[in-house]
């Protein structure tokens, strides 16, 4: 049973940086195609950036330039470091894995519990 569990959220001022991890057990994790995605209260949840087992990335419009997705497969970890950040990504970050090709759906077959990340004016 693959387990994710994601860390380093917290609470941030406008302009600042944070880097989530999200800590992967079990599968192979090297096959997978990881994703975060963000919900925020009242809203969907929305994809931010995927990258694929060959290292490949893609952004949403909204944190190309600002964000970026890594993996180390030897520590079977994704992360997602943040800079420029605005009270508008203000959210629970969640990690996501899947077996093939990304998505930037919820199409995806394993789950992290989600952290907060608080971004003040």
């Known amino acids: 049973q693959v387990q994710l569990v994601e860390s380093g959220g917290g609470l941030v001022q406008a302009g600042g940086s944070l880097r989530l991890s999200c800590a992967a057990s079990g599968g192979t994790f090297s096959s997978f195609s990881m994703c975060w995605f963000r919900q925020a209260p009242g809203e969907e949840r929305d994809f931010v950036a995927t990258?694929?087992?060959?290292?490949?990335?893609y952004y949403a419009d909204s944190v190309k330039g600002r964000f970026t997705i890594s993996r180390d497969n030897a520590k079977t970890t994704v992360y997602l470091s943040m800079n420029s950040l605005k009270p508008e990504d203000t959210a629970v970050y969640y990690c996501?894995?899947?077996?093939?090709?990304?998505?930037?759906?919820?199409?995806?077959?394993?789950w992290g519990q989600g952290t907060q990340v608080t971004v003040s004016s």
């Open positions: 990258i694929n087992r060959s290292g490949s990335t």
């Open positions: 996501a894995a899947r077996n093939g090709g990304w998505r930037t759906t919820l199409d995806y077959d394993y």
